[in-house]
């Protein structure tokens, strides 16, 4: 009896390792970002709506910002627009849209039809930023500290319940106060 | 008759086949000026997932993603970076999980190590094994025969 004592442990241990991996395992859309704790990347866009402006990232610091990047090929963009429409409506911290690899015409339409979020929205026409953010589904968005600093990262649509769970409670915690004052440094879109 | 069918048809094959080529190439990043550097940018767009498909690599994946990432390497390299700089860039921005060869660190080195550690404990046991079998006392059919 003693014989079979280590082989069923060791199969015991083997079925307990592979359901806790299986229960753990990470699905695609959530591999950590490694660009959160670091500085938003450097950028320099276009604006979508005041042609002829530019934006760069130093207009992310000095405020809370929630950067997201969507476009109009994007089917769950158009699902996350009611929670970014409502995160506006809010007004706790500005939305800086980054149009990634689309046509201007299409994503000014879209704002038209389904109204526009947005303090601002930058257009990344060859995708170049985008890969900076190390993005590779839209929609992503990123939350951006007043030290410019990423600290929270939602792959696929936001919710109303991640907004508030995730997102918000960094914001909150770093407000004495309680209340975010909404940032201007990205004014004018 | 069976003969000539069978010609027909491995002719048919080959056609096919020659037709599917084009639509093999989904690389459309210009060549890099040397043969020198368009070996390694090769044999780096094979070591990169693509992903939003993730099981292909950069090479094989006609994503627009997959198209951007290619010439972001192709740059890359035009601008004298070594490959391990280009590994490096791309893993700060979309994380180890971009390389089919993850690399080893101090979190997966355990990871590494237990093929050979469990190699040693199998060695063990097969030792232990032997020292006791040999320590028992001969008992060989012939010689409860005679």
């Known amino acids: ?189 | 008759m069976r003969g000539a069918w069978l010609v027909a048809l491995t002719a048919l094959l080959i056609t096919l086949l020659g037709a599917s080529l084009p639509a093999l190439a989904v690389d459309n990043t210009p060549a890099l000026p040397t043969p020198e550097l368009q070996t390694r940018y090769l044999s780096l767009i094979h070591e990169f997932r693509c992903m939003q498909c993730q099981n292909e690599a950069l090479a094989d994946s006609n994503v627009g993603l997959a198209a951007d990432l290619r010439l972001e390497i192709h740059n890359l390299l035009l601008a004298g970076k070594s490959d391990e700089q280009v590994r490096d860039y791309l893993v700060a921005r979309y994380s180890e999980f971009i390389l089919f060869r993850p690399r080893m660190n101090l979190r997966n080195a355990w990871l590494w190590s237990l093929p050979a550690v469990l190699l040693l404990v199998g060695a063990a046991i097969a030792v232990r094994v032997m020292r006791r079998r040999a320590a028992l006392p001969i008992l060989d059919d012939e010689s409860i025969d005679t």
């Open chain 1, 1 to 189: 009896m003693k014989r079979f004592l280590l082989p069923l442990g060791a199969f015991i241990l083997l079925v307990v390792v592979l359901i806790v991996g299986l229960k753990h395992a990470p699905d695609k859309e959530t591999i950590k970002s490694p660009l959160i704790g670091k500085s938003a990347p450097e950028f320099n866009l276009p604006k979508l709506i005041d042609v002829g402006q530019n934006l760069d990232a130093s207009a992310l610091r000095g405020g809370w910002h929630l950067v997201n990047v969507w476009a109009t090929w994007c089917v769950t963009c158009r699902e996350e627009h009611a929670t970014l429409l409502e995160i506006q409506r809010q007004g706790q911290v500005p939305i800086v849209g980054i149009d990634w690899k689309d046509e201007d015409a299409s994503a000014l339409s879209w704002l038209a039809q389904l109204g526009n979020p947005y303090q601002v929205v930058l257009a990344d026409r060859d995708g170049r930023v985008a890969i900076d953010f190390g993005v590779y589904l839209a929609p992503e968005s990123f939350l951006v500290n007043p030290a410019g600093i990423i600290v929270e990262k939602q792959y696929g649509a936001m919710t109303m319940d991640d907004w508030q769970n995730k997102f918000l409670s960094h914001v909150r915690s770093s407000a004495p106060a309680g209340s975010a004052a909404p940032a201007t440094a990205a004014a004018g879109a």
